[in-house]
């Protein structure tokens, strides 16, 4: 799953408190490599409306979540379709394998989404 620098700073937040920072991410994921803010594009076909490169005039940063699902999440899988992205003017290939958790999601059931590593990619 790859996730903004906002929604990082939320997972930071929640293991501070003692939270599970599970809770805290998307509902979308891919198995595939995904080592570059190109690939998150392009392979993704995140656009600069979902995840800007900028906010409030500073660099943004994203994350590679590797986590497992456990037992009884329910999803559905998909290639990601292309996107136009309207504030680049560019068309977003897509077609990564990807998943949507639609039933038992991170944010309904945290303790069915165990966290194994946080990553930047540039």
Known sequence: MVIDQEHYINMQEAIEKGQNPAQKLGGWATKEPVNS???????LAVTEEFKPNL???????????????????????????????????????????QMNFVDKSPYTNPELFKINSTREIK
């Open 37 to 43: 803010i190109a690939d998150m594009r392009n392979k």
């Open 55 to 97: 906010v409030e005039g500073k660099r943004n940063k994203f994350y590679v979540v590797e986590f497992e699902v456990q037992p009884g999440v329910g999803i559905r899988e998909g290639k990601a379709g292309s996107m136009y992205d309207y504030k680049t003017g560019k068309v977003l290939p897509g077609n990564a394998q």
